[in-house]
């Protein structure tokens, strides 16, 4: 199958099987793009997954744009996001009626009270996943990521700052950290 096609049944299916939206799609679309499609190694992923969480927007929409631009261009970018996005799109436009209208119901408040653990757990998964692949926990640790990786988190959790400075401020860290070891 030509890659133009690839990419958008890829980015139609990742946006079809993905619950939970953000970073729990992440590791379907690593699954996708690196293990499947063999497009990317798990570094070069990862890197791009880095430079997503910067931009506005939904990270996978994100993702996906860099995954298209980089094997097609401008086409490849604007095919990957809209079949990411076209999935949900559509499920929402039909559940948006079912949602506004039945919200308080109680069948539906303890659907809704079972579903949120799981998305958090997804989203958990993929943290430990490219944690693990990364080698930032595991049986070889890097202890400096690992440093990293903790004032990063409390940063997220305990101060007000941007997100995407909190993420360039490493990003300096991590260039520094490279002339001082």
């Known amino acids: 199958m030509p890659v133009f096609w690839s990419l958008m049944v890829t980015f139609l299916i990742v ?9 729990a799609m992440l590791p379907i679309i690593d699954h996708m793009v ?7 190694d798990e570094r070069q992923f990862v890197d791009m997954i880095a430079l997503a969480s910067m931009a506005p927007g939904p990270i996978a929409v994100n993702a996906a744009v860099m995954v298209g631009y980089q094997l097609i261009g ?4 604007l095919v990957a996001a809209t079949a990411v996005s076209l999935p949900s799109f559509l499920l929402i436009l039909l559940f948006a009626r079912t949602f ?11 659907a809704f009270y079972g ?28 202890w400096t990521a690992l440093s990293l990786l903790v004032v990063s988190f409390l940063m997220f959790w305990r101060t007000r700052l941007h997100p995407a400075l909190i993420l360039l401020m490493f990003a300096f860290i991590g260039v520094m950290v490279r002339y001082i070891m």
Do not use: C
């Open 100 to 110: 506004f209208k039945y919200r308080t119901h109680p069948n539906f408040v303890q």
């Open 74 to 77: 401008f086409w490849g970018a």
């Open 34 to 40: 690196v293990g499947t499609e063999h497009w990317f």
């Open 115 to 142: 579903l949120r653990p799981v998305i958090v757990g997804m989203i958990f998964y993929a943290a430990t996943s490219f944690a693990l692949r990364n080698e930032l926990i595991g049986f070889k640790i890097d």
């Open 15 to 23: 946006g079809v099987v993905s619950f939970g939206g953000g970073y």
